[in-house]
């Protein structure tokens, strides 16, 4: 069996489950971890059993055998220097969302990796989410026939929200409604993107951080075959849904609808200590003692397996270019107060709605 040696850029929260999925895995041979937190880089290299426990994501490029990097490091600003440097050492790469921050940036990227000649794929986890493979499943046979229009809402708790505005200028479309701009592309494909019109709605997060940061976003997007789509997305739930990521989707269709409840209430644990609590509600998923809950690990699996078997990815990184135009065309339709045509005439800096 051929395997291959890794390397992790960024053991956090995404990160960690990265790196317990490919120790875990049989595909991989050596595991290598970059983490700038000693405490943190010490306590995933032990749980890993990695090779190598590095700070410096250059010293990763100097090992000669190395096959393939997953790159979960924040602030997301690092992403494009990153990627860019681990792409053009000829590496394979797996960058989570954003892709960059600005359009040229992922230009460039994807510019380098057919040059290169590697395998370049973007996080967009919900593609794993076996309820979401469903809806695409039901679209792609005509369960419902044809799509009329779709609505998906997103929002997460405040405390993770306080966390991402922290690090970060991007806004909740760029860093919440992205998974969910790139789930009904991918649905809806092969048709585009036409128009773009957003909103966005200010309240605690605003008041809490001090800067001009949105509680939600909601983005219209009309597509060129005339079915028109809204997504919604947030970051103020209360402290009542631990680490809860909350989604619903509704989708229809000429001949029926599909209702997709991800709402993440399914398993309820009562405390006299604690009170109620969700305790499996985030997006990535949590490990529970041998077992995975989540698509971040069915993701990560699929990276390592399209690296060792030559298989292609399922998200390109074209298709994270897309939904990254979308979501810049959401926030200068916020900025501008009016719709946004797509494709967009030029590369911009991101319409930074949080703190501009």
């Not at 096959?67 to 990627?83: G, K, N, Q, W, Y």
């Not at 001949?255 to 644990?269: E, N, S």
């Amino acid at each position: 069996m051929k395997t291959i040696n890794v390397g992790i850029i960024g053991a956090g929260w995404c990160g960690g489950i990265r790196a317990d999925t490919c120790a875990i895995n049989p595909a991989v041979k050596d595991l290598h971890i970059v983490e700038t937190k000693p405490e943190r880089l010490a306590e995933v290299a032990k749980a890993t059993n990695a090779k190598s426990a590095l700070t410096d994501y250059h010293q990763l490029l100097e090992i000669k055998d190395l096959d393939a990097v997953m790159i979960s490091a924040t602030p997301e600003a690092l992403h494009f220097p990153m990627a860019r440097d681990c792409l053009e050492a000829g590496l394979h790469v797996f960058l989570e969302k954003p892709i960059a921050v600005e359009i040229h940036e992922a230009d460039e990227l994807i510019a380098i990796a057919k040059r290169k000649g590697v395998k370049f794929t973007i996080g967009y986890s919900q593609r794993f989410n076996p309820k979401y493979a469903y809806v695409k499943k039901c679209l792609d046979t005509g369960a419902i026939g044809t799509p009329v229009s779709a609505m998906v809402s997103r929002h997460i708790q405040r405390s993770l929200g306080a966390k991402i505005i922290g690090r970060s200028k991007l806004s909740p479309a760029a860093m919440e409604a992205t998974h969910d701009l790139d789930f009904m592309l991918w649905c809806l494909a092969p048709a585009k993107p036409i128009r773009v019109y957003s909103q966005v709605n200010y309240g605690i997060m605003r008041a809490n951080s001090g800067k001009d940061v949105p509680d939600t976003q909601w983005i219209t997007v009309t597509m060129d075959s005339g079915m028109s789509f809204v997504v919604g997305a947030g970051w103020s739930l209360p402290p009542g849904y631990p680490n809860a990521c909350s989604t619903w989707i509704e989708m229809i269709g000429t001949d029926g609808a599909l209702i997709c409840d991800d709402t993440h209430r399914d398993v309820i644990l009562n405390t006299m200590k604690s009170g109620m609590q969700l305790p499996m509600s985030s997006m990535p998923g949590e490990r529970v003692d041998h077992a995975f809950a989540g698509p971040m690990h069915a993701e990560t699996v699929h990276f390592i397996e399209a690296v060792v078997c030559d298989r292609p990815v399922l998200v390109t990184a074209e298709e994270a270019r897309n939904v990254m135009e979308v979501y810049v065309a959401a926030d200068i339709s916020a900025e501008r107060n009016e719709p946004v045509s797509l494709p967009l005439p030029e590369s911009r800096p991101l319409a930074a709605v949080a703190g501009r």
